[in-house]
């Protein structure tokens, strides 16, 4: 079995952008907590520093969050497992029975859903962590739009398959990986004024 | 410490604004929650003026289910002008003031007869159902109680008063405030939600220039304390900058109104008025930022904010709560001279000089942080070059409170103070909040930086110096404006009341020239006592009721009978379509 090597660098670089995100904030926490107590002067949990470090970001803003992360898993499965094309042997198309459904992507949809909704629970909290301001929030709702659009593009190619369009593609790779970025912005640049 | 902030008139209404700014996004289609804003606190603005509050599009009617809202100071007499027509028939004073055009002894007469005059009293409970006043109970029970855990005397269980509920009961007002209020509930505190989620505290916004937000904050106070003593009560009052205003009233009208004010607040036993006066010089943030008024109530609002702020250093949440702030604020030191100044400082609410400096983290110190909110030592003057809020000199404060955000330890906090204010140890409180990685900031609140030397009122920039100033421009103004003061379109009785209240022996103008006198002498205590227009200028003051009463012997009849026969005259005339008719077109003029 051969990969076609541009899309899965591609995927790798969500990957590591996903790495990324995960590391500036588990060392946020860590610098966060090495500060607090050196200067507490009584000591504390883990759980009482995530707890007082803590800035309620608003129901619209976290709701949006939650929509996004969602959306996001959605969109990374629907470009890279619905097709044959990237993933052979791991593919919507090896389940003819649920791809020749009517319902069939919504179906695919949902079961990638009940793994994100685990993944729901926790992401979107992270957030509290860090002090975003209106601007930051703002741009970040553009998140579930480039999201829909990367999710449409992968719906064209599902339908259009086996013909193959490079350029939609693209589209939605790189919708997808600007609403990655969007999401882990805030992380990276709390992260960044801390180190600073 | 999670205040329930309450922007009075129009000045408050706008530093409100800062205070309410919604932290969330805000989506086109939906909004799944309230405004979140900054420290979870809720807010609602006072306003007398209709068309100020409608030219606007940040705050909604309140009465109507809006939030945030505004509530018209008012808005209850439109519909029941029965005991408006006695105010105005009586006493020349109009509960429907649009504005009270800098006149702070306007609202406070107002107020005051609510107290004095009886028949007022029995007219107003019969009109207004259980309001004995119809503008600071309205404001109150309707604009303000529901944002605070004040679960003490009339509140039950369920969440509701007894007061609301007879207002639902109402027939004239059922339809649109109830069902307001209950869309307020349900989208400000949500049912079932734990009282903790409420306000703890309230903060009273308003500038001390004589309007609305001089006159309101000690009658709304007086309501909250009929419910309960204790609940924390604190009050931000904005003296106006020197020279002429946007509307050209004189400076001195406006020291009038601010000393008016600050006199009834700060006379005011413990448990009947406010907890603490905290002072800001608008002359400073002119110096600042010019005339920018956006910016200076942006000022005002950043350096409340390590107070709001709800990140406590892990272990330390229940540090600022509003109970516990309140206790420190009115702390008495045993190690006074005598009893009575130990009676005298429990007595009455201190003054409490907010000071503040922000500075990036990675720029600084904690040294440079306390020096940009102190300033530096002997270096009062000129204004507006550190954080200061109202002249004083820090080093004579008797307590001082410290609300830090970034990440100190308490013992640097210390050091870095006691340099700067040398107070022992236990006179300074420390409140540290989790910093942002971005900003560290640090608000001080200096308690009575004032008195123990005399001759300090020609220090400038201390705090006797601005007083001083202050009460001499409110005497000159008392001295040559008594044709503006008396010659209002009042009834003989205000007139002479007010007379007393000016110019009568003890009253203003006389307490005035003592306090001046204690200020020049460095006495801790500025007012002595609290001064009354309708009551105790004078032993024997004439009441509305005293001066009506003719004697039996002139008329035939006995009194009893006399009354009877002016109440239903007065009753047939204040219904009829025609004086109602001539009190609307009076009113719209």
């Not at chain 2, 709560?321 to 702390?331: K, L, P, T, V």
């Not at chain 2, 012997?553 to 026969?565: C, D, M, P, S, V």
Request: glycine fraction near 8%; aromatic fraction near 10%; hydrophobic fraction near 40%.
């Amino acid at each position: 079995m051969s990969l076609p090597r541009y899309e899965i660098s591609l995927l790798m670089l969500l990957l590591a952008l996903m790495v990324i995100g995960l590391l500036s904030y588990q060392t946020y926490i860590w610098r966060i907590e090495n500060i607090v107590r050196r200067t507490s002067g009584r000591p504390f949990q883990k759980k009482d520093l995530k707890r007082a470090i803590k800035i309620p970001q608003g129901s619209n803003f976290n709701t949006m969050m939650l929509i996004s992360w969602n959306l996001f898993l959605i969109a990374l499965a629907f470009l890279y497992f619905l097709t044959p094309g990237i993933f052979p042997a791991w593919n919507f198309f090896r389940f003819p029975q649920v791809a020749s459904e009517s319902f069939g992507l919504a179906i695919m949809g949902v079961m990638i859903l009940i793994p994100g909704f685990v993944v729901s629970l926790h992401v979107p909290q992270v957030y509290g962590y860090y002090l975003i301001s209106k601007w930051l929030k703002e741009l970040i709702l553009l998140t579930p739009l480039l999201l829909i659009v990367s999710i449409l593009c992968s719906v064209h190619l599902g339908i259009v398959y086996p013909r193959i369009d490079s350029i939609i593609w693209n589209t939605g790779y790189v919708t997808l990986f600007v609403s990655l970025v969007l999401l882990i912005l805030p992380i990276v640049l709390g992260f960044g004024e801390e180190m600073r | 410490m999670r205040p329930c902030v309450v922007g009075i008139g129009g000045a408050g209404g706008k530093i409100l604004k800062q205070f309410l700014h919604n932290e969330d996004v805000s989506l086109e289609v939906y909004q799944f929650g309230m405004p979140l804003a900054f420290g979870n606190v809720k807010g609602v603005w006072l306003e007398s003026a209709i068309q100020d509050a409608e030219d606007q599009s940040f705050y909604g009617d309140l009465s109507q289910g809006n939030y945030p809202g505004y509530l018209i100071c008012h808005g209850l007499v439109d519909s029941k002008p029965l005991t408006n027509s006695y105010i105005m028939a009586t006493y020349g004073l109009n509960l429907k003031a649009r504005g009270y055009d800098r006149r702070a002894e306007y609202l406070k007469a107002v107020f005051e007869i609510f107290e004095y005059d009886s028949d007022l009293k029995a007219m107003s409970s019969k009109e207004f159902k259980d309001y004995k006043n119809p503008l600071s109970g309205y404001m109150w029970m309707l604009g303000i109680r529901h944002f605070v855990d004040i679960t003490k005397g009339k509140y039950d269980a369920s969440g509701s008063n007894t007061g609301l509920k007879a207002q639902r009961s109402s027939d004239g007002l059922k339809s649109s405030v109830s069902k307001g209020l209950m869309a307020i509930r349900r989208l400000g505190i949500g049912e079932g939600q734990k009282p903790s989620k409420l306000c703890d505290s309230i903060l009273f916004l308003a500038s001390l220039g004589g309007g609305t937000g001089t006159g309101f904050i000690n009658p709304i106070t007086s309501y909250v304390r009929e419910e309960n003593a204790d609940f924390p009560i604190f009050a931000m009052g904005i003296l106006t900058e020197k020279g002429s205003d946007d509307r050209h009233a004189p400076e001195g009208k406006r020291d009038l109104g601010a000393i008016i004010a600050m006199h009834d607040l700060l006379t005011k036993e413990s448990g009947m008025g406010i907890d603490a006066l905290l002072p800001v010089d608008n002359q400073i943030l002119v110096e600042k930022y010019g005339k920018d008024f956006s910016a200076m109530d942006s000022y005002i609002y950043r350096s409340l904010k390590p107070l709001l702020d709800s990140r406590d250093y892990p272990g330390f949440h229940l540090q600022d709560d509003a109970q516990a702030i309140r206790g420190i604020f009115r702390e008495v030191d045993d190690s006074r001279a005598s009893s009575a100044e130990r009676e005298k400082e429990k007595q009455y609410p201190p003054v409490l000089v907010p000071c503040y400096h922000a500075q990036r983290d990675y720029v600084g110190s904690i040294d440079t942080l306390v020096e940009g909110a102190l300033g530096k030592p002997g270096d009062l003057f000129p204004l507006g070059k550190d954080g200061r809020l109202f002249p004083c000199d820090p080093a004579k404060a008797d307590r001082a409170l410290i609300f830090t955000r970034g990440f100190f330890s308490a013992e640097e906090i210390m050091e870095a103070v006691q340099k700067r204010i040398y107070l022992p140890k236990s006179k300074i409180k420390i409140y540290r909040k989790l910093g942002d990685s971005k900003n560290e900031d640090m608000l001080i609140l200096l308690r009575n930086p004032y008195g123990g030397t005399s001759g300090e009122h020609v220090r400038k920039g201390t705090l006797e110096w601005r007083l001083y100033d202050v009460i001499t421009q409110a005497i000159d103004y008392i001295d040559n404006n008594k044709t503006n003061i008396l010659d209002f379109d009042y009834k003989p009785i205000t007139t002479k009341m007010l007379e007393n209240y000016f110019y009568g022996k003890n009253g203003l103008r006389d307490e005035l020239i003592r306090s001046k006198e204690r200020l020049e002498n460095g006495d801790r205590q500025i007012f002595s006592k609290p001064l009354y227009i309708f009551k105790g200028a004078t032993p024997s003051v004439p009441t509305a009721q005293d001066a009506c009463k003719v004697g039996p012997a002139a008329t035939g009849l006995n009194e009893a009978r006399l009354k009877e026969i002016v109440k239903t005259e007065l009753k047939e005339i204040l219904t009829s379509d025609e004086c109602v008719d001539k009190i609307k077109r009076i009113i719209n003029s």
